[in-house]
C-alpha cells in the first residue's frame, strides 16, 4: 500500500505529462501554422520576383525602342551603362569612359541650356537626375536639331513679319534722307558754287547716304538674325577694330571714345562682324543722344568664369525706367531719325551667340549698355578653345 507521499507524487507527475501533452499539441498546431505561412510566403515572394522580372523586361524594351538615349553614370563619372541610342550616339566603346572626357571629343560646343552641338551640327538637349550617393547619376540626351531650326524658321517668320508691318515706315525714313543726298547733289553741278559751299553740300550728301547706310544695315542684320558662325574670336584685337571703325563718327561729333585697358586675352565663339555691328550701334546710339562732344568709355569685365560683358558706357541724359523695358523691341524709337532696329539688333546679335543684352541707367545719369557672351574656354596647351 502506498503513502501518501508517494500517490501525491504520483498525481504531480500524471499533472505534468497532461501539461506536457498540452505543449506539445500547442507547439504542433503552432509549427503547422507556421508551415502553412511559410509556403503562402513563398508563393507571394515567386509571385513578386514573376512580376519583378516582367517590370524589368518592360523597362528594358523600353529603354531599347526609347529614341532618346539614357546614360548611367557612377560616382565617378564614368559611363556604367547606356540604351542603344546612347551609343549610336556616343559610339560603342565609350563604356567605361569619363563623361566630360566623351562631351569634349563627341561634341564641339556646350552652352548653357545644356544644349550639346556635335561635330554634323546636330543639337542635343542634355538633362540629369541625382541618383542616391552611392549609385550616381542618370542622364538623358534627345536631338533637338528639328525643334532648334522650326523655332529658328518661326523666328525668323517673326521678324520678317515685323518688318512687313514696318515697310512703309521704313520708306518714308529711307525717302528723307535719299531726297535730301540728291538735292544737295543736284546744287554740286553747278559750275558756280562757291568752294566753301560745295564742301558744305558734299559733308552733308556723306552724312545722308551714311545714315542710309545704316538704316539698309540694320535691316539686314535684323532680317538674318544675328546668325552665327564658330570662328574663335580674340576680344582684345575686336575692340581694337571697333575703335578704329569709329573713327569718323567720333570725329565728326567731337566726341571722345575711351576704350579702357584690356589685362587678360579673352575669346568667344561666334561672327566677329556681327559682335563688331552689336558694338557700333551701342556707340552710335550713344553719340545720337548725347548729340555733340560725347564721352563714350567701352570695357570688357569678366562675369565669374563663363561669362564675358563688353560694355558701352556714356554720360548722356541717361534712360527713364518706361522707355527701359521697351527700348530693345524691333521699331520702337524715342527719336525723330531713329529707325528703332539698333538695340533690336543688338539684342538680337547677342542671344544668338548664347548671350545676353542688359541696361543700367538713372535719369540725368547716363546709361551704361552691356552685351554678355559666354567665354571661349582654352584647353591647356592648345591654341583653340574647345
Not at 30 to 55: F, G, I, N, T
Not at 108 to 123: K, W
Not at 181 to 191: F, G, K, M, N
Request: proline share 2%; aromatic share 4%; glycine share 6%.
Amino acid at each position: 500500500m502506498l503513502h501518501q507521499n508517494e500517490k501525491d507524487r504520483l498525481a504531480e507527475l500524471e499533472q505534468a505529462f497532461v501539461l506536457f501533452n498540452q505543449t506539445s499539441n500547442q507547439l504542433t498546431q503552432a509549427y503547422e501554422a507556421l508551415q502553412d505561412q511559410v509556403v503562402h510566403l513563398q508563393a507571394q515572394l515567386a509571385k513578386s520576383d514573376h512580376e519583378k522580372h516582367r517590370v524589368a523586361d518592360r523597362l528594358e524594351r523600353l529603354l531599347t525602342l526609347l529614341p532618346a538615349g539614357v546614360i548611367v553614370l557612377n560616382t565617378e563619372d564614368q559611363i556604367i551603362e547606356m540604351n542603344p541610342s546612347a551609343q549610336a550616339i556616343l559610339g560603342q566603346d565609350v563604356q567605361g569612359d569619363n563623361w566630360n572626357k566623351v562631351v569634349k571629343r563627341v561634341f564641339v560646343s556646350r552652352n548653357d541650356a545644356e544644349e550639346l552641338v556635335s561635330h554634323t551640327g546636330t543639337v542635343y538637349q542634355l538633362s540629369q537626375v541625382t541618383l542616391d550617393l552611392a549609385f550616381g547619376t542618370i542622364l538623358l540626351i534627345q536631338d533637338v536639331t528639328a525643334a532648334r531650326h522650326l523655332q529658328d524658321h518661326v523666328n525668323r517668320h517673326q521678324r520678317l513679319r515685323s518688318m512687313g508691318e514696318m515697310a512703309a515706315s521704313l520708306a518714308h525714313q529711307i525717302r528723307t534722307p535719299l531726297a535730301a543726298a540728291l538735292l544737295y547733289v543736284s546744287q554740286l553741278v553747278s559750275p558756280n558754287m562757291e568752294l566753301d559751299k560745295r564742301e558744305k553740300f558734299t559733308h552733308k550728301v556723306l552724312l545722308n547716304l551714311k545714315h542710309l547706310e545704316g538704316l539698309v544695315k540694320d535691316m539686314l542684320q535684323y532680317a538674318k538674325g544675328g546668325s552665327t558662325g564658330q570662328a574663335q574670336i580674340d576680344l582684345g584685337s575686336l575692340l581694337d577694330d571697333l575703335v578704329a571703325s569709329l573713327e569718323q563718327q567720333v570725329f565728326s561729333t567731337d566726341s571722345e571714345l575711351v576704350l579702357e585697358p584690356v589685362s587678360k586675352s579673352i575669346s568667344i565663339r561666334g561672327d566677329r562682324d556681327s559682335i563688331i555691328t552689336a558694338l557700333q550701334n551701342l556707340v552710335v546710339n550713344a553719340i545720337d543722344v548725347v548729340r555733340l562732344r560725347a564721352k563714350i568709355t567701352i570695357s570688357m569685365v569678366l562675369v565669374g568664369e563663363e561669362w564675358v560683358d563688353l560694355i558701352v558706357t556714356d554720360q548722356g541724359p541717361g534712360v527713364t525706367k518706361d522707355v527701359q523695358d521697351k527700348i530693345f523691341e524691333p521699331f520702337f524709337t524715342s527719336r525723330a531719325k531713329g529707325t528703332g532696329l539698333g538695340l533690336a539688333v543688338v539684342r538680337t546679335i547677342a542671344e544668338a551667340h548664347g548671350g545676353e543684352v542688359w541696361l543700367k541707367s538713372l535719369p540725368g545719369k547716363g546709361a551704361k549698355f552691356g552685351i554678355r557672351l559666354p567665354i571661349c574656354k582654352t584647353e591647356r596647351g592648345a591654341n583653340e578653345c574647345s
